[in-house]
């Protein structure tokens, strides 16, 4: 129990620690930049046709998402 507790606060935290949350940028992206420009740890990039995110170096922390003027960033995970 206590264990579970512990997981759960450390979560909720998220400092410095990958993100178990899964982003997509779907085709609405129209290739703005603002997103790579904000992202913290610099991994977004440009795929085939649009915008992707490396899922392994993403640490959740939204701010794409927020910046997005598209509406383009989806959690599916
Ligand atoms: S959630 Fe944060 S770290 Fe992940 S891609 Fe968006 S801005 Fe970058
Ligand atoms: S901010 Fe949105 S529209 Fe702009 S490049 Fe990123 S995902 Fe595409």
Known sequence: ???LQEASEHDETNEGEESHK???ITIRCT???SCQKVCPTDTIYFGSQH???DT???????ICIQVC??????VIA
Do not use: Q, S, T, Y
């Not at 003027?69 to 989806?74: G, M, Q, S, T, Y």
């Open 56 to 62: 392994d170096d993403c640490i959740g922390c939204e």
């Open 1 to 3: 129990m206590a264990d």
């Open 51 to 53: 915008f992707v995110i």
């Open 22 to 24: 899964i982003f997509r």
């Open 31 to 33: 290739n703005c930049l």
């Open 69 to 74: 003027p598209e509406d383009a960033i989806r």
